[in-house]
């Protein structure tokens, strides 16, 4: 069973900075990972998404430009980057993984992700 843990969230000022990590575990296989996020009284949404070997990395448009996604397969972790942060950013984020990049892509709310960890909150402030 794959487990994910994310940390790193927390409260900041709009135009500061976060880092988030994911650190899985239970898979010999390395996936791709990445991050969705839901706001109060939204849908969760996807943020960004890095392939098995780091090498592919793709960003929704609200967030290009600002977040940085990367992975350390040694460690088994992933990162989230958030540069610039505005009050939009707030939320909960998720970390995540399945087989395919291909599907975070098409389904930008997530419903093709097999493996999701409990969520840690973000929380810019105006």
């Known amino acids: 069973q794959v487990q994910l843990a994310e940390s790193g969230g927390g409260l900041v000022a709009a135009g500061g900075s976060l880092r988030l990590s994911c650190v899985g575990s239970?898979?010999?296989?390395?996936?791709?990972m990445g991050w969705y996020r839901q706001a109060p009284g939204k849908e969760r949404e996807f943020v960004a998404v890095?392939?098995?070997?780091?090498?592919?990395?793709y960003y929704a448009s609200a967030v290009r430009g600002r977040f940085t996604i990367s992975r350390v397969n040694a460690k088994n972790t992933a990162y989230l980057q958030m540069n610039n942060l505005r009050p939009e950013d707030t939320g909960v984020y998720y970390c995540a993984s399945t087989g395919t990049v291909q599907k975070f892509l098409t389904d930008m709310k997530g419903s093709a992700i097999d493996y999701w960890g409990q969520g840690t909150q973000v929380t810019v402030s105006s």
């Open positions: 239970g898979t010999p296989d390395i996936k791709p």
């Open positions: 890095v392939s098995w070997d780091g090498e592919g990395t």
